[in-house]
């Protein structure tokens, strides 16, 4: 029998959503808390990467987290040598359900507002799910009529543990509500309490968002409103602000949401952009101008003031990129490099347009 297994050989099911279950399901938790009247409830979590759980900030605001678990395995099965002959397969068992007390957190979105916490948890290892790119304004109504899988752990009467709940369904609209915020994807499955916190995942295997509440009128029971999908934006907001971005979320959008954004403008012609890159494995300073001027100041600053620190990288005639050398006794020099950066724009005169962007 051949030992050696490839990815290609993975059997895949042709039902995409079970699939996706097959995938993902271990990396969906429940979080079990403490309220401040002292009962217990629960809600649900999902893991991003780099142990960064994703639920909905109603869950833990304000509450004692006594536990968070996964409660699946996750098993891939792989063809072999001797499948077409005897139908054999290779299994193999790539996580198990866990368990712990330990974690950091919660970080809240920095808009109370925002239905979305962030909680970082080393002890449980799971599966990555991810997050898609569908930012708030390049929704349309592309994904009205769509197969989702959601999954949380609604609590079932007389179950003694929780259970992983997934329901497939359709997404039937998507609202931007009157009170603000960010887009909501309405799902035709029944609401409950408990889905609070749980991934909504597409055919393509992407988070579609978090579930985060029951829009209902005259405080009708839960399961009487409709389920509502905060879109994912709040999602890549609330870790940015902390700076919680996993690794692979920060290569896939080309470091977006981890920089720091100055622009200048005195005019349709003249403008400035200075932005800050800093994570502790790799951190850079841009500055992009077409006046000569302004870089000439900027490169004997960096020459004077910051000798051996940064590598000049030219992207183009127009636009520096300092590259930060790398040692693990030098922190906080990108930061500075950054403000002085723009101390020396706003010393020509130009104007900040729209302000410092984070993103947030």
């Known amino acids: 029998m051949n030992d050696s297994l490839d990815e290609k050989d993975r059997i895949r099911r042709s039902n995409k959503l079970k699939d996706a279950y097959d995938n993902f399901a271990a990396g969906v938790g429940y979080i079990s808390i403490i309220l401040p009247n002292g009962d217990e409830s629960i809600g ?187 879109s994912v934006e709040g999602i890549y907001k609330c870790i940015a602000h902390h700076k919680l971005i996993p690794k692979h979320i920060d290569e896939q959008w080309d470091g977006f949401w981890s920089k720091e954004d100055t622009w200048y403008q005195a005019s349709e012609y003249e403008h400035v952009s200075v932005s800050l890159y800093d994570r502790e494995d790799k951190s850079y300073v841009d500055i992009c101008s077409y006046r000569n001027d302004i870089l000439d100041i900027v490169q004997k600053t960096v020459n004077e003031s910051f000798e051996g620190l940064f590598v000049l990288e030219q992207i183009h005639e127009q636009y520096f990129r300092y590259n930060r050398v790398y040692d693990e006794n030098i922190k906080g020099h990108s930061k500075n490099l950054y403000l002085q950066l723009k101390k020396i724009v706003s010393e020509f005169g130009i104007p900040v347009f729209g302000g410092t962007q984070e993103k947030v």
């Open 44 to 230: 649900s979590c999902f893991h991003i990467g780099e142990g960064i759980f994703i639920t909905a900030r109603h869950v833990v605001e304000n509450c004692k987290i006594k536990e968070i678990g996964t409660t699946s395995f996750q098993r891939s099965f792989y063809e072999i040598e001797e499948s077409k002959d005897t139908g054999m397969v290779r299994a193999t068992l790539d996580f198990t359900p866990q368990s712990t007390t330990s974690y950091q957190g919660p970080f809240m979105h920095p808009d109370e507002n925002i239905d979305v916490a962030a909680i970082v948890v080393n002890d449980i290892k799971a599966p990555v799910l991810i997050l898609g790119d569908h930012l708030d304004d390049w929704l349309g109504d592309e994904y009205v009529l769509s197969d989702v899988l959601i999954m949380g752990y609604p609590p079932i009467p007389f179950s003694s543990q929780p259970l992983l709940i997934s329901s497939k369904c359709e997404v039937n609209t998507i609202i931007d509500k009157y009170t603000g915020g960010h887009p909501h994807f309405i799902l035709s499955t029944m609401a409950r309490g408990g889905f609070s916190g749980s991934p909504v995942i597409t055919e393509e295997g992407i988070v579609l968002g978090v579930a985060t509440e029951s829009l209902s009128l005259n405080n009708q029971p839960t399961e009487l409103g409709y389920l509502a999908i905060m």
